[in-house]
C-alpha cells in the first residue's frame, strides 16, 4: 500500500503544481500583456522573444511542479516526534531557494557566463549571468516561494484539505502575507537607498550576475495576491481529489468485503484500538464526523463513573453497526483493548464476521481473529491524514450498500 500510494501522490501533486505555475504566469501576463518586453533588443539578447516565452512557460511550470511535490513530500514521509520543530523549517528554506533560483533562471539575461552582455552605447555597462543579475526583487519572490510551500504543507499535516472553507480562508491569508512580506522588502529595499546604504544600481557584491541594488516590479502586489490565492488553491485541493481518487481506485487499494445489518445501531462504527494509536484513532474519527458518520471511540464518551464493562460491552456487542479493530502488539496486550474486541465477537449474529473491520499496523497476531478474515495493513509511517481519508471512504462505501 505505502509505496504505491506515495508515488501516486507524489506524481499528482507534481501535476498539480505544475498548472497552478502555468496559472501564475497567465496571471502575471494577461494583465498588461507583454508590455514588460516591449523594450526587448534581440540584437543584444541571445534569445529571440518567442524561445524567451516558452522558457517563461516552461520555468513556472517546473516551478510550480516543485512548489506542489516538495512540501507534500515531506508532509506524508515517515512522522517523527522532531517532524513540527524541523520540517517547517526546511519547506521554508527549499521555497526560499527553490523559487528565487528557477525564477531568475527566466530571466531575459540568463543562463550566459558573468558579464555576458555589453551596452553597444557604453561598453563598461555590462551584465547577465548564469542566474542574470538578483535583485531586491529576487529576495522578495524567493519569500514568497517559502511562504507558499509551508502554507501548503500545513495544511496537509492537519489533515484540513477535504475543508473548503478553511483552505479558502487559509488561501486569503497566506495571500495577505505575501503580500505584506512582498511589501515590507520593498520598504527595506527605499529604506537602504534613503540612508545611502547602496545607492541604486550598485553592485555590492562586485558584479551583477551575483546582486545589483534594484526593486524592478514593486507594482505587482496584486499578482502576488492572486498568484497565492491560486496556488493554495489549486494545491491543496488538488491534494484532496487526488487521494479521493486513489482511494476508490481498487487496483491501488484493496476494498472491503460488503456486508449488511439486520437492526440500526446508534453508532456507524465504534473503533477499538490501544492507548499507543489514539492519534491514529481521532484522525480517523475527525473524518468518519466531517463525512457525517457516527462513531464512538473513548475520547468523544463520557464514561466516567460509569460501569466499563458494561457500558463497553453495550458499545461494541450491540449499538455498533462496525467495529473497527486497529491491531498492534499494544492491542494484544492489553485488558481492555481485549474485552472490547470480544464483546464485538459474544454479540455476532449468524458468524457476521463482516461486522469487525481489522486493520493492522504491524505484525501483530490476535489469537481470537481467525486467519481466513481479511484485513487491511496499514503502513504506520504514513500521514495519518492519507489513512484517515482512506478508512473513512471504505466505511463510507460500506454503509452505502
Same mark, same amino acid.
Given at each position: 500500500m505505502k509505496n504505491e500510494i506515495l508515488l501516486e501522490v507524489r506524481k499528482k501533486s507534481f501535476y498539480t503544481g505544475i498548472i497552478s505555475g502555468l496559472i501564475a504566469v497567465l496571471i502575471m501576463f494577461i494583465p498588461s500583456g507583454f508590455i514588460g518586453y516591449s523594450n526587448y533588443n534581440e540584437e543584444i539578447y541571445v534569445l529571440p522573444l518567442e524561445i524567451l516565452f516558452i522558457k517563461i512557460f516552461v520555468v513556472y511550470a517546473i516551478l510550480g511542479g516543485l512548489m506542489g511535490y516538495l512540501p507534500t513530500v515531506l508532509a506524508i514521509s515517515k512522522e517523527g516526534k522532531s517532524r513540527k520543530k524541523i520540517h517547517p523549517g526546511i519547506v521554508f528554506c !527549499?521555497?526560499?531557494?527553490?523559487?528565487?533560483?528557477?525564477?531568475?533562471?527566466?530571466?531575459?539575461?540568463?543562463l550566459v557566463p558573468v558579464d555576458f552582455y555589453v551596452d553597444p552605447n557604453n561598453p563598461l555597462i555590462k551584465w547577465g549571468g548564469p542566474l542574470g543579475q538578483p535583485n531586491f526583487e529576487s529576495i522578495a519572490n524567493g519569500m514568497v516561494g517559502g511562504?507558499?510551500?509551508l502554507a501548503l504543507y500545513q495544511i496537509i499535516i492537519e489533515h484540513k484539505m477535504s475543508d473548503r472553507q478553511l483552505i479558502l480562508y487559509r488561501a486569503f491569508k497566506t495571500a495577505i502575507l505575501t503580500t505584506v512580506v512582498y511589501g515590507l522588502i520593498y520598504i527595506v529595499f527605499l529604506l537602504i537607498l534613503r540612508f545611502n546604504i547602496l545607492t541604486l544600481g550598485s553592485e555590492p557584491f562586485g558584479t551583477g550576475a551575483v546582486f545589483k541594488t534594484q526593486f524592478p516590479h514593486p507594482e505587482r502586489f496584486y499578482i502576488v495576491f492572486l498568484i497565492s490565492i491560486c496556488f493554495v488553491?489549486?494545491?491543496?485541493?488538488?491534494?484532496?481529489?487526488? !487521494?479521493?481518487k486513489l482511494v476508490a481506485n481498487s487496483s491501488i487499494i484493496p476494498n472491503f468485503s460488503l456486508f449488511t445489518k439486520k437492526t440500526k445501531p446508534i453508532y456507524d462504527v465504534a473503533i477499538s484500538f490501544a492507548g499507543s494509536?489514539?492519534?491514529?484513532?481521532i484522525t480517523i474519527g475527525f473524518y468518519c464526523q466531517r463525512n457525517g458518520i457516527s462513531i464512538f471511540y473513548d475520547d468523544l464518551e463520557q464514561l466516567w463513573g460509569k460501569d466499563l464493562k458494561k457500558e463497553l460491552k453495550s458499545v461494541f456487542g450491540k449499538q455498533a453497526k462496525y467495529v473497527l479493530v486497529i491491531v498492534s502488539k499494544e492491542y494484544v496486550k492489553r485488558y481492555w483493548t481485549m474485552y472490547e474486541f470480544r464483546s464485538a465477537l459474544t454479540n455476532m449474529v449468524d458468524n457476521e464476521w463482516g461486522r469487525i473491520l481489522p486493520i493492522k499496523i504491524d505484525d501483530a497476531i490476535l489469537q481470537e481473529l481467525p486467519d481466513s478474515i481479511a484485513y487491511i495493513p496499514i503502513d504506520i509511517s504514513l500521514n495519518k491524514g492519507i489513512i484517515g481519508f482512506y478508512i473513512t471512504k471504505k466505511i463510507q462505501d460500506l454503509l452505502k450498500s
Open positions: !527549499i521555497g526560499f531557494i527553490t523559487t528565487l533560483v528557477l525564477i531568475q533562471l527566466k530571466a531575459r539575461d540568463a511562504i507558499l510551500m488553491l489549486v494545491n491543496s485541493m488538488g491534494y484532496y481529489l487526488s !487521494i479521493e494509536e489514539r492519534d491514529l484513532a
